[in-house]
């Protein structure tokens, strides 16, 4: 019995670690996910973007894929350039346990309540906590037909979808 609850201890440990090393938040839509781009159509040239990445996304990654949603979004919709009105990074920062160290628990019979599972609490106190940060970028841009102008707010569509595509990591088929 003993030897069960040890596997079965292991197995959770080994996929809770898993789920921690998926790594950066790809590309991807955030359409069923809780990381990704997402947009809002205000108007036919107006769109509210948005790009949320995980605790393993830096800041840099995140607003250039907004920016990359952002030149994709443009050209998708026949417009060559556009031009970022309202721009945003918010960080949330929250501490959590770095302590992956297995609790350790046991198993007593008891006449009065049978098998009970009990665990130690003082084995399961994390001894550190580490500081994770996630951001998440937002704009509002406005898309138009021809040449950029002198804006310094204004981009062409085309150049930051080359300059930033390689940069882009989509989500690998599993």
Sequence with gaps: MIRKILAVSVVAAATALGACSSGPTPYQ????YDRGYSEQKIEND????????????????????LLFRAAELTLQSGYDTFTIVNRDTD???????????PRFSYMYFSPRWGWVHAWDPFWSTPSRYEEVTSYEAFAEIVMKRGPKGDDPNAFDAQQVSQNLGGQIRRPSAE
Aim: charged letters at 35%; a positive charge; glycine letters at 6%.
């Design 91 to 101: 960080k949330d920062s929250r501490l959590r346990s770095a302590d992956f160290s």
């Design 29 to 32: 839509p955030a359409a069923g």
């Design 46 to 65: 107006r769109y509210r973007i948005s790009f949320k990445g995980n605790s393993m996304t830096e800041r840099d990654t995140v607003e250039n894929y």
